[in-house]
Every structure is written in structure tokens, then in C-alpha cells.
């Protein structure tokens, strides 16, 4: 039988030598991500993605502990639960966090201004372009404002009136979506925008991809879907059952029956609850043509029915009759895992794909 183990010095020399390849790697894609990692002020530029009811003390403090940058979702909270929130979260990271606030929150200045006063330096408006105002009440405090920015022409004037860092989110994401989805986003707008770090999210649950991303010129990425389903996530054990279970085919956008009522897109799985919601759209457009209904009490109606629904999906783990707002990047969720070992992955499969494009490209 053929001698097929390597004499011992060349099997230490090919150690060596991917060790050394490893080394490389890591330190590529630390230089890939340090405009992230510089604004951020972490190890890796892997942002949790604020999601309500999910991104609250235990799952921010987690991601940031873990390495990457949480970021705890306000929501509907007003300030002196939001403070509560922001001190609670504060107990358990010595890391920095940020905080996303919805610009249409109508105490939305009070928030900013306890969450600045809180000591957190990162502030993410969401859920629309923020006024004049808000980008003030971030800025004349001295904090640094994240925007989400849907197209190319929004992400140059979010930049001039004073976006510090951007999200370009595609519509694979999980929650409220956009139209256009990340490899377009991402082709429109990274080549142009340098003055200030951009993030990707949207799809994305593999360092490959992200890795690509970076490759594009985005400065990190943000996850949503995965880290819902992390053992430090406070969602239901049936909510994070549904994400290992689902494909991506599963996540779909909330479908709208009639132009005349809008239907905010919202990605997430298919369930007793989506089919309702059809049945429901359907019997309320037949109301409104009956006359029973004015147009305004008629999208009232529509709007309502999801009201409360992501909390019972998250909190009370209904997943038949509630919102399981999920991205696409939920077929990528196999199993319920620590928050560490998610951004330990990601970072993982970066280094290996530049380590194996640098041994084919040292066996030419
Ligand atoms: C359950 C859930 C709730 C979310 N809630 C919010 C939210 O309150 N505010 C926000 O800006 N984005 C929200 N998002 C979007 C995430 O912050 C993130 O950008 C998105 O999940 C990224 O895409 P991915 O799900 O494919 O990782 C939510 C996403 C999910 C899955």
C-alpha cells in the first residue's frame, strides 16, 4: 500500500502555510469592515437589526457582549420605558449599543432626547425619512444618526443634511420593506456613497455573502432573521421553532387586493393569519362597495387587523393568528444557536472563502 501520509515536514509546512492564509484572511476582512468596525466602535461590523418586541435588553446586550453592535428596538415604548429599556440593557453590556427610534413616534424628540442623555452614541431612525428636526435633536446633542435609505437620490441628501451612516435594506428583509432588493440596492448606491460608512441588510445569513458585500465597498452588515432566532432572543420557543422549520419561500410580503387601500409591505411567514388577513381586505372592500363603509373607516380596517399581531407571534408565541415577521434569509436559520456562534460563523465563512480563493490562486 502506498505511503499516502506526507513526510512530517510537509505536513507541517501546508499547516503553516493555511494558518498563515488564515491569519491573512482575517486581517482582509478587518481591513474590509474598518469604516464599520471604526463607527461602531466593535470587534465586527455585524449589526443586530432592531426588531420590536425581539431586540430588547437581553438579545442588544448579547450581540454587543458577542462582538458586533445591537441595537434595541423602541417601537411603540414611550421615553420613561424606553430610559428603563436603555438602563436595563446598559446593566448587562459595558459594550456600545444603539437604539432605533421610528420617526413617526409621536414623542419621537423625547425619545432622542433620553436616549442621548442616556449616554448611547448611535441613533438609528427608522420607518421613514426623519424631519429636519430629529436629524437636529440627534446632531446639536452629539450623537451619531444612522438612516435607512431606500434609493440612491435619498442616501446623497440624507448624507448632506447629516446622516453619519447609512442601511441599505432589500426587500428580502424580514418586517417592513422596501421594493427593491439588496443586490440592486447595493449596486446603485455603494459605488457611489463614500463620504460615510453603508451597511447592507436584507437576505443575508452567510459570512460569503457578506463578504461580498464588503468586497462592493459596504462598510458591514446588518441581521435580523438570525438573531431572532438565538438562544439569547426573548421570542417564543414555538416563534424560533417556526424560523428553523421555514424556507425561504416561506417569507413572503403581505399582499395588497386593492390600489385604492395601500398595505404597508411586510415580510413574514405564511400562516392562518396572512390567509385571514385576504379574507379580510376582501370582506372590507365589499363594505366599502355596499356603502357601509366610508374609504377612510374602510383602510382604518385594514390597517387595524395586524395591530397587536407581532407581539402575539413573538411574546405569546401564537404563530397561527400572529405577525412571524421573517426575512428570506430564515432558510439559512437551521438550528436555535448562541449569539456568539452566529457572528463567530459569519466571520468564519468570510476567512475560509478568502483562504480557498487564495490556495486555488497559489496552486496556479
Ligand atoms: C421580527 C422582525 C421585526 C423587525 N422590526 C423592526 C423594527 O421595529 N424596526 C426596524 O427598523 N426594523 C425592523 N426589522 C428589520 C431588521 O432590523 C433588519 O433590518 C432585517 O431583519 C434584516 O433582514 P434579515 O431579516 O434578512 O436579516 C424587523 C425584522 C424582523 C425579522
Known sequence: MPDIIPPHGEATGSAARTELARVQARA???????????????????????????????????????????????????PDLLEREIAATQALTQ????????????????????????????????????????????????????????????????????????????????????????????QEILPHVRDVPVFVAGGLGRGEAVLAYLEMGAAGAQLGTRFAAAVESIAHPRFKEAFVRASARDAIPSI?????????????????????????????????????????????????????????AVIDGDIEQGSVMAGQSVGLVTSVMPVAEIIGEIVEQAVSALVARHMIATQR
Do not use: Y
Open 256 to 312: 395588497q387586493l386593492d390600489p385604492r387601500f395601500p398595505v404597508i409591505p411586510v415580510r413574514g411567514l405564511a400562516n392562518d393569519g396572512t390567509k385571514r388577513f385576504l379574507e379580510h381586505q376582501a370582506e372590507t372592500l365589499r363594505r366599502f362597495q355596499d356603502g357601509e363603509l366610508t374609504k377612510e373607516t374602510a383602510q382604518l380596517a385594514i390597517e387595524h387587523f395586524w395591530a397587536g399581531a407581532l407581539r402575539r
Open 28 to 78: 482582509e476582512v478587518d481591513r474590509l469592515w474598518a469604516a464599520g468596525r471604526d463607527f461602531l466602535g466593535c470587534e465586527a461590523a455585524i449589526l443586530g437589526g432592531a426588531m420590536s418586541w425581539v431586540s430588547e435588553r437581553n438579545l442588544t446586550a448579547a450581540i454587543s457582549n458577542a462582538g458586533g453592535f445591537g441595537v434595541l428596538a423602541c417601537g411603540s415604548m414611550g
Open 95 to 186: 459594550r456600545p449599543f444603539g437604539v432605533n427610534l421610528i420617526t413617526m413616534h409621536p414623542q419621537i424628540d423625547d425619545l432622542i432626547r433620553v436616549t442621548v442623555a442616556a449616554g448611547i452614541n448611535h441613533v438609528v431612525l427608522a420607518g421613514g425619512i426623519p424631519s429636519g428636526s430629529a436629524v437636529r435633536a440627534v446632531k446639536d446633542r452629539g450623537a451619531k444618526l444612522v438612516c435607512f435609505s431606500p434609493a440612491l437620490v435619498l442616501a446623497k441628501r440624507l448624507v448632506r443634511s447629516g446622516a453619519d451612516a447609512l442601511v441599505i435594506e432589500g426587500s428580502e428583509a424580514g418586517g417592513h420593506i422596501g421594493p427593491v432588493s439588496l443586490t440592486v440596492l447595493a
